[in-house]
Structures are given as structure tokens and as C-alpha cells.
């Protein structure tokens, strides 16, 4: 099966599989008992200055990509992701930004898939 990405805002579902929050900080009114998580990876979210260069500059989104790619290649976070996704059938990646395409978890998907695992849009 493999990585797959859900807005935080959704309801939990049992073919979510283990759940991931992979933003930095808490999604504004989401309860923890209704986020149903397994794990919050705080460490595989983008770092806290790119995260706010980023959201004051969202055309430099390629840019951002970059940098975050870097940030993962270092990030203990994102290599226990990887294995996450050797230990569980499906991994769903939760995030609160609002634009289901342009995001941080797109990317970490790609370096994901990147460093071998299965990844599904």
C-alpha cells in the first residue's frame, strides 16, 4: 500500500492506517482525541524559519521544495518515516494546510518515493 497524504480536518478512517502528523505545530481547533494519531513527527515537518519564509513568499514554492528536500536528507524525523512505512501496510501523512496540492507533505511524499517507498496519489 504505502504513503498516502489527508487533511487533519477529515474524519479518521480505518484504511488510514497508522497516522502521521507532519506539521510543526497544532492544527487550530482540532481536538487530539478526534486527530486519532499513532505518531505527530514534528521533526519531518520544514523547519520553523522556512516554514514562515515560505508562507510570506508562496510563488517560490519550487525554492521552498528545494530546501526542505535538504532539510530532510538530514532530518531523524524523516528517516523514521521511512521506517514507519516498513513497518506499516499504510501510512496516512495528516496536514492542516488548506491547499491539497501545493503543501510540504507533496514534497516529503516525493522524497518518500524518492528513497523507496510506496507512495500512492
Known sequence: M???????????????GYRVL???????GVKKERAELDEWAKDAAPSPELRAD????????D????????????????QALLEAGRTHDRVTLLY?????QVNH???LLGWLADHG?????
Open 63 to 78: 525554492e521552498f521544495a528545494a530546501r526542505y528536500r535538504e532539510e530532510l536528507d538530514g532530518a531523524p524525523g524523516a
Open 96 to 100: 492542516a494546510a488548506r491547499d491539497e
Open 2 to 16: 504505502g504513503f498516502v497524504m489527508k487533511r487533519v480536518y477529515e474524519p479518521a478512517a480505518a484504511s488510514d
Open 22 to 28: 507532519v506539521d510543526r505545530l497544532w492544527p487550530r
Open 117 to 121: 517507498a510506496s507512495v500512492e496519489t
Open 105 to 107: 507533505v507533496a514534497v
Open 54 to 61: 515560505w508562507h510570506h513568499h508562496r510563488e517560490r514554492f
